[in-house]
């Protein structure tokens, strides 16, 4: 874009300040606000957030407890979990294999033939090993080190992440290509699930990914998120209501958060917890759906009652 067009668009020279540094220093609020401008094309109202992604905006600056740091990390939210269940925990854990510090403390030869490497503190650092033989330990070195030099936070002013301690994590591999798999984000609102968005294919790829909402109930909202709409009719899993009531345990005593669950043949297992969905500048379409998805989040600052979907 010439010079005219950041005149045209002055949200954009967001982009290119932030590529140099310039908005690193920035306190939280007008970041966010210059933030949300250029990715949304609105202005952030904070002063009485109605939208979805206006409120997890909110909520970046006023919901802040010590704890949410522990929820966030990668491998410290397995113990969340198991404190949170209690007895029954275990069976919705995916097993860890291993922690690190640094890529080079790794050694592969313990590792399973097919295993999948994250990182604790970031979103979408995920390397996945089907055949050990075939693994490209390069290619996923220089991810992960970028990755740890990376602070989450910086971008998105996501603070939880702030003080992560960086790791790298092995687990094991869980197979999702089959029909009976899928991925589910509950979203809850002051402890109760208000929606379901269902992941289907590839996290991370916009060629085999599909994202569709449900509320409560699995009825189908007609709303669109990054990924497109399944071509196909989902299906209610059996397991439906063991997701909602494992989302609700997890999410007690908490204005918002999506617990990321996999439900692979029949069992469910823990993914993440995670606070701000797509950093609160998740498009969705149709636009007054971002506003709909956001009626049922009751901020403390709203004192009127707001009903669910």
């Given at each position: 874009m010439n010079i005219v067009g950041y005149l045209k668009n002055p949200a954009k020279i967001f982009f290119v300040l932030k590529k140099f540094g310039v908005l690193e220093h920035v306190p939280d609020e007008p970041y966010l606000k210059l933030m949300f401008k250029a990715h949304m094309g609105t202005r952030l109202n904070l002063d009485n957030p109605k939208t979805f992604n206006e409120k997890l905006q909110w909520l970046k600056l006023h919901d802040r407890k010590p704890e949410y740091t522990k929820m966030v990390d990668k491998y410290e939210a397995k113990e969340y979990v198991k404190e949170k269940l209690g007895g029954d925990s275990?069976?919705?854990?995916?097993?860890?294999?291993?922690?690190?510090?640094?890529?080079?403390?790794?050694?592969?030869?313990?590792?399973?033939?097919?295993?999948?490497?994250?990182?604790?503190h970031d979103s979408g650092t995920v390397i996945i090993c089907k055949d050990k033989s075939k693994f490209d330990i390069e290619g996923a070195k220089k991810k992960i080190e970028k990755s740890l030099n990376n602070n989450f936070y910086t971008y998105g002013r996501e603070w939880p992440y702030k003080?992560?301690?960086?790791?790298?994590?092995?687990?094991?591999?869980?197979?999702?290509?089959?029909?009976?798999?899928?991925?589910?984000?509950l979203f809850c609102y002051n402890g109760k699930v208000n929606w379901v968005m269902v992941c289907l294919g590839t996290a991370h790829s916009n060629d085999t990914r599909t994202n569709d909402g449900f509320d409560r109930e699995f009825n189908h909202l007609p709303v669109k998120f990054i990924a497109p709409n399944a071509k196909f009719e989902i299906e209610k899993p059996k397991e439906w209501d063991q997701l909602i009531e494992f989302a609700e345990r997890l999410a007690v005593g908490i204005t918002q958060m999506r617990v990321d669950t996999y439900l692979i043949d029949g069992n469910i297992y823990f993914g993440e917890l995670t606070f701000y969905h797509d950093s609160g500048l998740c498009p969705i379409r149709p636009i007054e759906w971002d506003l709909k998805l956001g009626e049922g989040l009751k901020l403390p600052l709203q004192k009127s009652e707001e009903g669910d979907l």
């Open positions: 275990n069976k919705y854990i995916i097993p860890t294999l291993g922690v690190w510090e640094k890529f080079d403390d790794i050694d592969l030869s313990e590792l399973p033939n097919q295993f999948v490497l994250k990182t604790t003080d992560v301690h960086p790791r790298i994590i092995a687990e094991k591999y869980m197979e999702l290509s089959s029909p009976e798999c899928a991925e589910y984000k």
